[in-house]
């Protein structure tokens, strides 16, 4: 049965799904690739759909992939789907034009992070709505960080009480995102980073481990073990 999105919902919710995995080895773009017998970007897609907050989803897929992703998902949820660039950032400037009038707090989720819970995309929305410009879920850093040169030498030992890991969805109220997409200038990994461009004050919640980002084929291993084990 297909998931129906909330028509009173104030969320937009763009899912970057155009990348290639080439981390994760030769094979299918990593959305469609399956886990535990699914793609990924179902995954991630039946999750975004059971945040009550969400009125509307629009996926960025592989131009190539574009008609199979509307047919695969149209069973899961509710979802628009256009074609996605060469970088990330291109993807998620294609997907926020196709955003209709009405959610004024949109939020940018990687496919990639396809076990990411509902109430972390809750918790994020509700820091906009809460009047913040720009959130970004984070995990406190864990292993001891050096800084290095060109040849390995450490250089020093960094305060790791003061980093920060960043995850998504990153959610930001919807002319703040509008504008900084339109000044963007050099490709960055995170939406975040354009909005700190702007001198626009980011605000930290606290992550999910469920929100990981696969990456690598461990990533993979590890969240097909995440679901059996119920996640
Ligand atoms: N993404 C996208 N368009 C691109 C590149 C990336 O929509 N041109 C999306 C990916 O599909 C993913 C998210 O951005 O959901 C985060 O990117 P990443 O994890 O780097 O995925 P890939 O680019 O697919 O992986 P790799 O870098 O290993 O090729
Ligand atoms: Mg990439």
């Not at 919710?13 to 981390?23: D, E, F, I, S, W």
């Amino acid at each position: 049965m297909t998931a129906q999105l909330n028509p009173r919902g104030d969320v937009a919710v763009l899912v970057p799904a155009a990348g290639a995995g080439v981390r994760l080895g030769p094979g299918a773009p990593k959305a469609l690739r399956l886990l535990a017998g699914e793609p990924l970007l179902v995954h991630a897609v039946r999750r975004i759909a059971a945040a009550p907050s969400v009125h509307t989803m629009v996926v960025a897929a592989p131009a190539t992939e574009v008609e199979a992703v509307r047919a695969m998902l149209a069973p899961v949820a509710p979802v628009t789907v256009v074609p996605g660039g060469a970088e990330r950032q291109e993807s998620v400037a294609a997907a926020l034009a196709a955003v209709p009038a009405g959610p004024e707090i949109v939020l940018v989720h990687d496919a990639a992070r396809a076990l990411t819970p509902p109430h972390l995309v809750e918790s994020v929305a509700a820091a906009v709505r809460d009047g913040h410009d720009a959130v970004i879920p984070v995990l406190p850093v864990v292993d001891t960080i050096k800084e290095v040169d060109a040849t390995e030498r450490v250089l020093g030992t960094v305060d790791r009480s003061a980093l920060r890991a960043v995850q998504t969805p990153q959610g930001f109220r919807r002319s703040v995102l509008i504008a900084a997409h339109r000044s963007a200038g050099d490709a960055l990994t995170d939406d975040a980073g354009l909005v700190e461009k702007q001198g626009i004050t980011v605000t930290c919640v606290p992550g999910s481990e469920l929100a990981l980002k696969i990456t690598r084929p461990f990533d993979m291993a590890l969240a097909e073990h995440l679901l059996t084990s119920g996640a």
